[in-house]
C-alpha cells in the first residue's frame, strides 16, 4: 500500500511540477541572454543602475560586489552586501540594469523593514534545518515504522514550503520598485522598460516553479504518511 500514493502522486503532481520549475528556468537563462544583447541607450551599467535605486531610497550603507558565476546575484542581509555577476555588475544592457535594480530593491526592502522580508529572514535558520532533514527524517520513519518521526519530517518540510511562499511576494514587489526606479529615473527608455519587465518576470516565474515543486511534495509526503497509519 505504501507505492500506490508514492508513484501515483509523483508522476501526476510533483513531476508536471518539476517539469514547469525546469520551463521556468530555461525561460529566465534565455530572456537574460536575449536582453543581455539590448545595449541601454544611455550606456548605464547595472552597478550604476544599482547604486541610483539605493540613493533614491536614502539607503547609503550597503557594499556592491562583483562576484563569479553567471545569474548569480543576490543580496546578503547578513553583511548588507549586493552582490553583482560580471554579465550584470560591468554591463550597459538592459538584462543587467532589470537585473542589478531588483537586487537593489532587495536591499531597499531590508532597510525599511518590509514586513515579508523579515518574516523569511526570521525563519532562515528553521528552512535551513527543514531542507536538510525533512526527507531523511521522513524515510527513517518509513524504514522504521515510527510515524511521529515521519510527522517531524513533514513539520519541517512544511517550513521550507512556508519560506517559499514568503519569498514570493518578496521578489514580485523587489521587481516592482525596481521597475519604478528605472521608469522614474530614465536610467531605461520606454521602449527599454518592457524588455527589463521580461527578464524579472521571467526571474520571478523560477520562484513559483520552486514552490511549486516543494508544495506537490509536501502533498505527496503527507499522503505518504496518512498511507503508513
Known amino acids: 500500500m505504501l507505492y500506490m500514493p508514492f508513484d501515483s502522486l509523483y508522476l501526476y503532481l510533483v513531476l508536471p511540477a518539476l517539469i514547469f520549475s525546469i520551463w521556468a528556468q530555461s525561460r529566465v537563462t534565455g530572456s537574460f541572454k536575449k536582453y543581455s544583447a539590448q545595449r541601454t541607450v544611455n550606456g548605464i551599467t547595472g552597478a550604476e543602475a544599482a547604486r541610483e535605486v539605493l540613493r533614491r531610497a536614502g539607503v547609503s550603507d550597503v557594499q556592491i560586489q562583483r562576484v563569479s558565476g553567471n545569474l548569480t546575484d543576490n543580496f546578503d542581509p547578513r553583511t548588507n552586501v549586493i552582490r553583482l555577476s560580471e554579465k550584470v555588475y560591468d554591463a550597459a544592457s538592459v538584462a543587467a540594469v532589470g537585473v542589478a535594480a531588483h537586487e537593489a530593491g532587495h536591499a531597499v526592502?531590508?532597510?525599511?523593514?518590509?514586513?515579508?522580508?523579515?518574516?523569511?529572514?526570521?525563519?532562515?535558520?528553521?528552512?535551513?534545518?527543514?531542507?536538510?532533514?525533512?526527507?531523511?527524517?521522513?524515510?527513517?520513519?518509513?524504514?522504521?515504522?515510527?510515524?511521529?518521526?515521519?510527522?517531524?519530517?513533514?513539520?519541517?518540510?512544511?517550513?521550507?514550503?512556508?519560506?517559499?511562499?514568503?519569498?514570493?511576494?518578496?521578489?514580485?514587489?523587489?521587481?516592482?520598485?525596481?521597475?519604478?526606479?528605472?521608469?522614474?529615473?530614465?536610467?531605461?527608455?520606454?521602449?527599454?522598460?518592457?524588455?527589463?519587465?521580461?527578464?524579472?518576470?521571467?526571474?520571478?516565474?523560477?520562484?513559483?516553479?520552486?514552490?511549486?515543486?516543494?508544495l506537490a511534495q509536501l502533498i505527496r509526503l503527507i499522503a505518504i504518511s496518512r498511507n503508513r497509519r
Open 109 to 214: 526592502q531590508y532597510a525599511i523593514g518590509y514586513s515579508p522580508m523579515k518574516v523569511r529572514s526570521a525563519i532562515i535558520p528553521v528552512t535551513n534545518i527543514g531542507s536538510k532533514l525533512s526527507i531523511p527524517l521522513v524515510l527513517l520513519g518509513i524504514i522504521f515504522s515510527m510515524p511521529g518521526l515521519i510527522d517531524i519530517g513533514i513539520i519541517l518540510f512544511g517550513a521550507v514550503v512556508v519560506f517559499q511562499l514568503v519569498t514570493l511576494p518578496v521578489e514580485f514587489n523587489a521587481s516592482r520598485r525596481a521597475i519604478e526606479v528605472l521608469s522614474e529615473s530614465g536610467l531605461l527608455t520606454g521602449d527599454e522598460l518592457p524588455s527589463a519587465k521580461k527578464v524579472l518576470s521571467a526571474a520571478a516565474l523560477t520562484y513559483v516553479g520552486a514552490l511549486a515543486v516543494s
